[in-house]
Every structure is written in structure tokens, then in C-alpha cells.
């Protein structure tokens, strides 16, 4: 069975300052997917980032980009400039390749932005 | 664009009472999905379904049973509701050919009580 783990439950960080969130993983598998989500207050679960794990280049998506290293099974966000919107659960997620797309989710890490 | 809607953002019931959360979507998706989030568990996979009328159990299936009898809606049943129910509880799907994109839909707050 595979485990995700987000050991910071709150992060709070000023407007256009770095933020990042920590995930780490256990698995015995070779081919997953990797997600970080945002769930804002309206509770809509928004894709934020995705990450092959077959791909040594960590993914980056405008502000957003993560730090994969798979032999540590860590798997870290990081929010550069950060904005009100931003507020936000971030949640990280496991999906292996031959699932039916289940889904593992760790605990979420809430990020409050202030000005 | 994909939508997931499920039939109520808040729901109040009281113990012992029967519950359906609906969901429904529109894009001929397979494979469908019942999450339930708690604060500091994350969210944990109730039931999924990969074609009509097919379920598995996912990590938390006590409790609950599910439906789905039509490929665009997946019920989440709730046979006799109890306090430790009471929790946000997310739909999903995704296509076959790509499950490693999941939609989400905009959640159902249940209190009982």
C-alpha cells in the first residue's frame, strides 16, 4: 500500500515571498503519478501540478514548481511570488500507473497568503 | 469543458436516517469516484466504479454503499447515517485513457446529527 505525507498542517506566508510545502511518498512501485491540488474556500479541487515519475525534469507551471527526488520519495512545492489568491488546502497525491485511477491523498497543508 | 456536479453542497440529517449524495457528469467518463475529506486525514477513497454497474471498495467502505446504474451518476447510499459520517464528501471521474486526470466535483457538506 502506498502512504502520502504532509507533515506541515499550516504555512503561513506574506504576499510575493517563496513558500514551500513538503510531500514525501512510500511506495515499492516504478511508475506513479505525482499531483499537488489546491482546494480553495469554495472547495473546488484544482489541479495544480503534475509529475511523471519516470521523468527526471521537475514540472513547473507558471509560479508553481515542485522538487521530485525519487530516491527519497520526496516530492516539495514551491509557490514563488506569493498571491491572496494562493490561499488554499494543498493537497499531495499518489497515483500509480496501472490503478484505476484511485488516488492516495495525504493530510493537506493549509497556506494562508497575507499582505 | 468536463463538469461533476453532485446534488447538494450541504446537507443536514439526523441519525439513523437513510441518505443519497448524487453525482452525475457529462463527459462519458468510465470510471468514477467517492471520496470523503476530514481535517487532518486528507481525503480517503470510499467506493469507485470503472463501468456501469461495477464497484470496488476503495480504503473506507463501511458504512456506505454506492449505485450505479447509468454511466453518467454514481450514488453514494448511506444506509442508516450515524454522528461519524458527518464529513465533506467529494465526487470524481476520469476517463480510461487517462486516469491520471481526475474532475472533480464541488463537494457535499454533511452534518448528522
Known amino acids: 500500500a502506498q502512504t502520502v505525507t504532509q507533515s506541515q498542517p499550516e504555512m503561513s506566508v506574506q504576499e510575493a515571498e517563496t513558500v514551500t510545502l513538503s510531500c514525501t511518498y512510500d511506495t515499492s512501485e516504478n511508475n506513479y503519478y505525482l499531483f499537488w491540488y489546491k482546494q480553495p474556500p469554495s472547495r473546488q479541487m484544482i489541479l495544480v501540478i503534475r509529475?511523471?515519475?519516470?521523468?527526471?525534469q521537475n514540472a513547473t507551471e507558471n509560479r508553481f514548481s515542485v522538487n521530485f527526488q525519487k530516491a527519497a520519495k520526496s516530492f516539495s512545492l514551491k509557490i514563488s511570488d506569493s498571491q491572496l489568491g494562493d490561499t488554499a488546502m494543498y493537497f499531495c497525491a499518489f497515483l500509480l500507473t496501472d490503478s484505476w485511477g484511485k488516488l492516495q491523498f495525504g493530510a493537506g497543508t493549509q497556506v494562508v497568503v497575507t499582505p | 469543458d468536463v463538469k461533476v456536479t453532485q446534488s447538494s453542497r450541504y446537507l443536514v440529517k439526523r441519525t439513523g436516517e437513510k441518505v443519497f449524495l448524487e453525482c452525475v457528469q457529462d463527459m462519458d467518463h468510465e470510471n468514477m469516484f467517492w471520496y470523503r475529506q476530514d481535517p487532518g486525514l486528507g481525503l480517503r477513497l470510499i467506493y469507485f466504479?470503472?463501468?456501469?454497474?461495477?464497484?470496488e471498495k476503495g480504503d473506507i467502505p463501511e458504512g456506505y454503499s454506492v449505485s450505479r446504474e447509468k454511466k453518467e451518476r454514481f450514488s453514494l447510499i448511506l444506509e442508516s447515517t450515524s454522528t461519524n459520517q458527518t464529513s465533506m464528501y467529494l465526487c470524481?471521474?476520469?476517463?480510461?485513457?487517462?486516469?491520471?486526470?481526475?474532475?472533480f466535483g464541488p463537494g457535499t457538506r454533511l452534518t448528522v446529527l
Open positions: 470524481a471521474s476520469t476517463p480510461s485513457g487517462e486516469r491520471d486526470t481526475q474532475y
Open positions: 466504479s470503472y463501468d456501469v454497474k461495477m464497484k
Open positions: 509529475q511523471e515519475a519516470y521523468k527526471q
